[in-house]
């Protein structure tokens, strides 16, 4: 077992990373003095899946679990749906001391993370990423909300999961395009962090692709860790956290502009990163040669590149991007790359420019 630890005094945690951790997940929660009533919830596909051994699980440790099941994909991150959670935990009289567990993707863990932030003002959550984007990126760090309908995450939370349980044996029931949109995340913490990381996944690549435990358990790891040490030390995103948004404030908003499920968030970003590192290049000297290779490697792990906007579009998609959280006086903010591996945040890119980079997504 891999165990990653992040540091944050009196709400540190671990990330534990192993096959097989969804059927011993009582015990892991036995450590945390947890007691009582727990939730699981989970969405209809990862609760397929998984709830009967989570609940199994949680039963034999001595716990009593309520299984709490929402609608797939990303129209479940709603107000309307963190209602119909707390109306469950308000029927089952769940106290501070019971506890949330998230079992699933990233919707299901910004989602439950939310709910036990907010319910009785705060009790204990477990997160169980089942997709390879929330084992290496939004279970870790805290992020927890919901979209409204102008825009993605704008109400949340941070509020630190006590434990997060990553089971590789999850990833085998993973569709392709899912596991494809993760690899996102995980070649973002190569830009930003580690030139040694993304030279790895250039090289090994096929063998990830085909969910090789060996080669995939030691990436995971690399990217918990990389999120864990910039957590530490901005835990609410005041500096050097914004490094985690490289491509996500073009990204946010083409999930926001194209309608949320029609591209996967990977997807969206992945199109975003590229743009990043083409207005890289512009602004701050980024390399063509690191340009191209950092769009190739999205190309190989069968991820989209570019967009074509129409001009309904192109306007939905800037007045999304004005919405996002990073917006400072007005001005849209980016993360940009001056080398893989090391990045700068808060960068003013005009608007003309960004237009620009799109404008060739259209003839390229």
Same mark, same amino acid.
């Given at each position: ?48 899946? !998984?709830?009967r051994t989570a609940f199994q699980a949680l039963a034999h440790a001595g716990f009593s679990p309520v299984l709490i099941r929402v609608p797939a994909g990303e129209t479940s991150k709603s107000l309307r749906t ?37 319910? /009785? ?36 939370? !941070? ?11 999850? /990833? ?6 899912? !596991? ?6 995980? $070649?973002?913490?190569?830009? $930003?962090?580690?030139?040694? /990381? ?21 990436? $995971? ?50 199109i975003g990163q590229v743009a990043a590192a083409r207005l890289s290049q512009k602004l701050l000297g980024l390399s063509g040669r690191e340009v191209e290779r950092i769009e190739r490697l999205f190309r190989r ?5 570019? $967009? ?44 003309? /420019? ?11």
């Amino acid at each position: 077992m891999r165990t990653v630890s992040v540091q944050l005094g009196r709400r540190s945690y671990s990330v534990k990373i192993a096959p097989g951790l969804l059927g011993q997940m009582g015990r892991h929660c036995k450590r945390l003095k947890a007691a009582g009533r727990c939730a699981i919830i989970t969405d209809a596909n990862a609760g397929r899946y !998984f709830a009967r051994t989570a609940f199994q699980a949680l039963a034999h440790a001595g716990f009593s679990p309520v299984l709490i099941r929402v609608p797939a994909g990303e129209t479940s991150k709603s107000l309307r749906t963190v209602q119909t959670c707390y109306d469950r935990l308000a029927e089952h009289r769940f106290e501070r001391n019971s506890f949330v567990v998230a079992l699933g993707g990233g919707v299901v863990g910004d989602l439950a993370g939310f709910v036990a932030a907010t319910y /009785l003002r705060g009790i204990p959550f477990v997160q169980v990423p089942t997709t390879l984007l929330a084992q290496v990126d939004s279970s870790v760090g805290g992020k927890t909300g919901v979209n409204l309908r102008a825009g993605k995450n704008l109400v949340g939370a !941070f509020y630190q999961p006590r434990l997060v349980l990553c089971d590789l044996d999850t /990833l085998r029931t993973l569709p392709e395009r899912e !596991f494809r949109a993760g690899l996102a995340e995980v $070649i973002k913490y190569g830009i $930003i962090r580690d030139a040694e /990381l993304f030279a790895r996944l250039e090289r090994d690549l096929g063998k990830i692709l085909q969910r090789e435990e060996r080669v995939l358990a030691p990436v $995971i790891a690399r990217c918990c860790e990389i999120k864990a040490e910039v957590v530490s030390r901005d835990e609410t995103e005041g500096g050097v956290r914004a490094i985690l948004n490289f491509g996500h404030t073009l990204g946010h908003a083409i999930e926001n502009s194209s309608g949320y499920g029609k591209l996967l968030h990977g997807e969206a970003i992945s199109i975003g990163q590229v743009a990043a590192a083409r207005l890289s290049q512009k602004l701050l000297g980024l390399s063509g040669r690191e340009v191209e290779r950092i769009e190739r490697l999205f190309r190989r792990a069968g991820l989209p590149t570019r $967009i074509r906007l129409n001009p309904a579009r192109r306007k939905r998609l800037f007045a999304a991007m004005r919405l996002d959280k990073k917006v400072r006086a007005g001005e849209i903010r980016f993360v940009l790359a001056e080398a893989l591996g090391r990045v700068r945040w808060g960068q003013a890119v005009p608007r003309a /420019l960004v237009e620009k980079v799109l404008a060739a997504d259209e003839h390229g």
